[in-house]
Nanobody, 122 residues
């Protein structure tokens, strides 16, 4: 089970940190990612991190502004979002898959959190 939190309303240029808390499994066995979705659009990959935390991957649209990390001792993954833009406004979801490989397709992730709303005002 995944529980996402940390969303909210922020002005453009501001920062937010999202958290994804996992329960019930060995968290380090799972590659974890963040996706986002706006109404009428497909769910979009944002960032991913392998179970060990040794590899990360970012969508071009967030590279240099967002940072994904994890603390396996706390069974939690994070998405630090800096220099936020209005186009970052979306519902953000955390997801996990039980392999060592990162993936950008949402259909390759078996476990999903409930989503947290991020709104960036101009």
């Amino acid at each position: 089970q995944l529980q996402a939190s940390g969303g909210g309303l922020v002005q453009a240029g501001g920062s937010l940190r999202l958290s994804c808390a996992a329960s019930g499994r060995t968290f380090s066995d799972y590659t974890t990612a963040w996706f986002r979705q706006t109404p009428g659009k497909e769910r979009e990959f944002v960032a991913g991190i392998t179970g060990s935390g040794g590899s990360t991957y970012y969508a071009d649209s967030v590279k240099g502004r967002f940072s994904i990390s994890r603390d396996n001792a706390k069974n939690t993954a994070y998405l630090q979002m800096n220099s936020l833009k209005p186009e970052d406004t979306a519902v953000y979801y955390c997801a996990a898959r039980s392999t060592l490989l990162l993936a950008v397709r949402p259909t390759l992730y078996s476990f999903w959190g409930q989503g947290t709303q991020v709104t960036v005002s101009s």
